[in-house]
């Protein structure tokens, strides 16, 4: 418990990157990140009819810009992007047996089990962490990149991950599960600094 899931080391955007990607990479695009309390965050996404090369092209670059910013989850509507696609790539043993980076259509949580909490944090609320209780074991059903159903069971980081992702394409940021007077604080500090960078 207690790890975070943002502000993975820097390196670590860098390894084998060039070998995760089957695409072009010069094709792809970093995309700008929406942060809370942009209202585009709170929408729900809608499903994808086919994983077809423009999805595909989204998926990766969602990923050029979940590496970019050191993330290790990434979905759609973060992008500005109302489509229910997430990525996920946390870098450990589980996922690597599962060919992450995941690329993910259409997510759905068909199981879940236990209790899991972990200190959270997103890129669309920046420099931000709180505990979520989420659950510990949970069963996807998912598309994956080449339009091929996909069924896997994750527990601890990975669980908590597509947790938060699928949540994003509900409209749901982490922050959503905390009480308001602890959510209020959180958004008056991302308010606070954006009017900062405004100044600047
Ligand atoms: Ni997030």
Redesign the pocket.
């Known amino acids: 418990m207690g790890l975070l899931f943002v502000n993975m080391p820097k390196n670590r955007a860098c390894n084998g990157l060039v070998s995760l990607f089957p695409y072009d990479r010069n094709a792809m695009a970093i995309l700008p990140i929406l942060t809370a309390p942009d209202k585009r965050l709170k929408q729900k996404s809608l499903p994808v009819e086919k994983v077809d090369d423009t999805i595909r092209t989204l998926m990766d670059d969602m990923l050029e810009t979940m590496y970019a910013a050191n ?1 290790i ?3 759609a509507p ?1 992008v500005g992007v109302l489509k229910q696609v997430i990525v996920v790539d946390i870098g450990d043993e589980q996922a690597k047996q599962m060919h992450t980076p995941l690329r993910l259509a259409n997510p759905k949580i068909v199981r879940m089990e236990g209790m899991l909490p972990w200190r ?6 920046p420099d931000q962490v709180a505990e979520v209780v989420r659950s510990a074991v949970i069963e996807i059903r998912a598309l994956d990149q080449y339009n091929q159903p996909l069924h896997l069971e994750a527990t601890e980081l990975l669980a908590v991950c597509l947790q ?2 699928i ?2 394409l509900h409209g749901t ?2 922050i959503d599960h905390l009480s308001a007077l602890k959510r209020s604080i959180i958004l008056q500090k991302l308010k606070k600094k954006a009017a900062e960078e405004k100044e600047k």
């Open positions: 993330g989850g990434l979905a973060q959270e944090g997103c890129l669309s609320v938060h992702e949540d994003h940021l982490f």
